[in-house]
Each structure stands twice: as structure tokens, then as C-alpha cells.
């Protein structure tokens, strides 16, 4: 079965924390993308990352990175010195069967100053 | 720049009732998508379409049908409106990727919150 775990409901830091969100998925499939989204209290969802299955290099953008790990069917997202405004829901998501989504049910991150 | 407009963006409907969510995105993406979200769930796919005049379901399709006469619209619909289905329902539309070179983003539409009492 095709499946996203974010076992983190809520996570709450303090400004300038560094704070990693963690992502599990599950898939047949050898080919396949994952995906990070965050949706901020207005409600849009903003598209972060991207990766395929063949790729497994890390990424850094600015305060955020990703680990990419297929050993461990892992995709874990981190944000460097939190700021209030990261505040939000953070989904990951896969795409599978060159249509298919799963997405994950959400981490809900709080940033307090 | 419009992207993935949907309309409406607020409805309340009485049980029973039916209704139709427009999706139109202005980037000639071919596939588009229905989800809704609800508290603790995530999105969840309702139907997909690949193109102009195909769809085909998603994860919970039941309750919804959808239909796509013209590449830039997706039109959600409702039969028989029931109180489980009240919700947040979001479009999103990608363009065509090869698998080995990468897949698109999805764009998202802003959100159509619907009650049904």
C-alpha cells in the first residue's frame, strides 16, 4: 500500500531552534516523487520540494534541508534558526503511478519568539 | 499571474442539495486534481484527470463525480450533498513530466470550504 507517516502531530519551538520533521513513506513502486508543502494559517498550500526516487542527495535551500534516505524510506525536513513565520503545517506527500498523491496528515509547527 | 482559480470559495449547503466546484487553472497543465482536507488527515485524492475529456478516481471517490470538457476547467460535483463531506476542498493541476527527468509540482487552488448542515 501506498502510505505517508508523519508521526509528528504538533511540535512547538522557540525561535531560532533548529526543528526536524520527519516523514516516512511506503510505496511498491521504484519510481516515485516526494514532496514537501506547507499550508500557513491564511490556508494556500506552498510548494517546497521535490525529489525523485533516484535521487538522493540532500538538498539545503537557505534555512531548510532535506535527507533524503531510501534505506530507511525516509524524507525528513529541517528548518535552521526557526523564525515566526515558518509557523504552519508542513505536509509531505508522495506521487507514485505517475498520478496517484498521498499525502501525509500534517505536521502543525508553532514558532514562539 | 491567475494560476488555479476556484470558485466557490465559501458554501453552505443543506443536506440533500447538490452543487458544482469550478476549478480553472490558465497554465495549460494537463492533469488536474480534486482533494479535500480534513482535520488530522491530510489531503486526500478524490479524482484526477489526465486530460481533456478523461478522469478517473482517486482515494475516496464516493459521493463525488467530476467531469472535464475543456483542458483549463475541472468541475467537481455533488449529487446529494451529506454532512461527511463537508470539508476544505482543494484543486491543483500539474504539467505533463517524464517520470526519468522529474515530476512537476502540483499548483494549488486557495481553498473551497464547504459546510453542509
Known amino acids: 500500500a501506498q502510505k505517508v507517516t508523519q508521526a509528528q502531530t504538533e511540535i512547538s519551538v522557540v525561535e531560532k531552534e533548529d526543528v526536524t520533521l520527519d516523514c516516512v513513506y511506503e510505496?511498491?513502486?521504484?519510481?516515485?516523487?516526494l514532496f514537501w508543502y506547507k499550508q500557513p494559517p491564511s490556508g494556500e498550500l506552498v510548494f517546497l520540494i521535490r525529489?525523485?526516487?533516484?535521487?538522493?542527495q540532500n538538498e539545503i535551500s537557505g534555512r531548510y534541508s532535506w535527507n533524503f534516505q531510501k534505506s530507511t524510506s525516509s524524507f525528513n525536513f529541517t528548518i535552521t534558526a526557526s523564525q515566526v513565520v515558518d509557523s504552519a503545517v508542513y505536509f509531505c506527500?508522495?506521487?507514485?503511478?505517475?498520478?496517484?498523491?498521498?499525502f501525509g496528515a500534517g505536521t502543525r509547527l508553532t514558532v514562539k519568539p | 499571474n491567475a494560476g488555479v482559480t476556484q470558485t466557490p470559495k465559501f458554501r453552505v449547503l443543506k443536506t440533500g442539495q447538490s452543487m458544482t466546484l469550478l476549478c480553472a487553472q490558465d497554465m495549460n497543465h494537463e492533469y488536474m486534481y480534486w482533494y479535500r482536507q480534513d482535520p488530522g488527515m491530510g489531503l486526500r485524492l478524490i479524482h484526477y484527470?489526465?486530460?481533456?475529456?478523461?478522469?478517473a478516481k482517486g482515494e475516496v471517490p464516493d459521493g463525488y463525480n467530476v467531469s472535464r470538457l475543456k483542458k483549463q476547467n475541472f468541475l467537481l460535483g455533488l449529487e446529494s450533498a451529506a454532512p461527511s463531506q463537508t470539508s476544505v476542498y482543494f484543486c491543483a493541476s500539474t504539467a505533463y513530466y517524464r517520470l526519468q527527468r522529474g515530476g512537476q509540482p502540483q499548483h494549488f487552488g486557495d481553498g473551497t470550504r464547504l459546510s453542509i448542515l
Open positions: 506527500a508522495l506521487l507514485y503511478n505517475n498520478n496517484d498523491m498521498r
Open positions: 525529489r525523485n526516487s533516484f535521487d538522493e
Open positions: 510505496t511498491r513502486d521504484t519510481t516515485y516523487y
Open positions: 484527470s489526465v486530460g481533456e475529456g478523461t478522469t
